[in-house]
């Protein structure tokens, strides 16, 4: 039987969200109804509501979330009722030609549940991320479910799902941080204090945080920066520059996703340095950088 349970729905674009009664199916083949023990509050949903990621309104929102299976379709083998499981944005097909090459971050063919969840007047609901995880269930394809040691508390499991797997895979995977490389960080919220977290799993020697807020950039020394800058009073760029001898940074990650940030991390880069962008930018945005720069 169907579940109905309570969610927070964005209805249309700056509209304030509201706590509605959603409708959620039984799973089908391949796909899996999880209990949302928590569910973190990440930017990305704020994007979602301002219509910044599609206009597929309206939205069940939130992604970042941990639970435990409550039901599994036809199929499945990789959970089971009870599990306790992180939620990830896509389930990766692994046999896309990024899969056989071992990049499952980059897969091109990641699928959700088939079924949509609802309003009680049957209105399809669009799931933040294919996950929807400001409910008391969703519903997902099994792939999307990784269990974890159930002793995590939920309030941390749950980053896993977004937070700090874009943050540490920005420094990691995209940007490629090698051991005794110095990194920059713009944002230091959730994305970016985790990028700084994978810039020091890596082995950067030089970790410079930028934020314009002085609590998260104590916060971001917890996690492992060396230098701190507040961008509200100094020269970001030349800070940077200043802490790794006049050369910038290995690696800049722009960890917020405005054109003038992204801009900071490009010249604060190193002669052959890598700029990475996490934060998401909303898609009217432009930028404008001198090519010569690029090629140089």
């Known amino acids: 039987m169907a579940y109905e349970v309570r969610g927070v729905v964005a209805r249309s674009k700056g509209a304030p969200v509201t706590v509605e009664t959603i409708v959620v199916p039984d799973p089908g083949p391949g796909e899996a109804v999880v209990d949302v023990q928590a569910c973190g509050v990440c930017a990305t949903d704020l994007h979602y509501r301002e219509g910044n990621i599609t206009d597929e309104y309206p939205f069940l929102l939130g992604h970042e979330a941990a639970g435990v299976v409550a039901a599994v379709g036809e199929g499945v083998t990789n959970v089971a009722v009870g599990d306790f499981v992180v939620l990830n944005w896509r389930a990766v097909c692994g046999q896309c030609r990024a899969c056989a090459r071992g990049e499952l971050q980059y897969c091109f063919n990641t699928h959700n549940a088939a079924q949509q969840m609802t309003l009680t007047d049957g209105t399809a609901l669009s799931a933040a991320l294919g996950i929807g995880a400001f409910a008391e269930k969703t ?8 269990k974890v040691d159930p002793a995590t508390p939920a309030t941390a499991a749950g980053l896993l799902g977004c937070g700090v797997m874009a943050g540490v895979g920005a420094a990691i995977n995209t940007g490629g941080v090698r051991r005794g490389e110095s990194v920059a960080v713009f944002g230091c919220g959730g994305v970016g204090d985790a990028a700084i977290a994978g810039a020091r799993l890596a082995g950067a020697t030089t970790i410079v945080a930028v934020d314009v807020d002085d609590r998260k950039l104590a916060w971001a020394r917890q996690f492992g920066a060396t230098h701190t800058v507040n ?3 100094t020269d970001a760029v030349a800070a940077i520059r200043a802490a790794t001898g006049g050369f910038g940074v290995d690696v800049a990650i722009d960890a917020v996703g405005h054109p003038a940030v992204f801009e900071q991390a490009f010249y604060a880069r190193d002669l052959a340095g ?4 996490v934060g998401v930018p909303a898609p009217d945005m432009q930028i404008t950088l001198p090519l010569i720069e690029v090629f140089g």
Not at 139 to 146: D, E, R
Not at 274 to 277: A, I
């Open 274 to 277: 890598r700029v990475v962008l």
């Open 139 to 146: 519903l997902v394809h099994s792939g999307q479910c990784t």
């Open 231 to 233: 961008s509200r009073s």
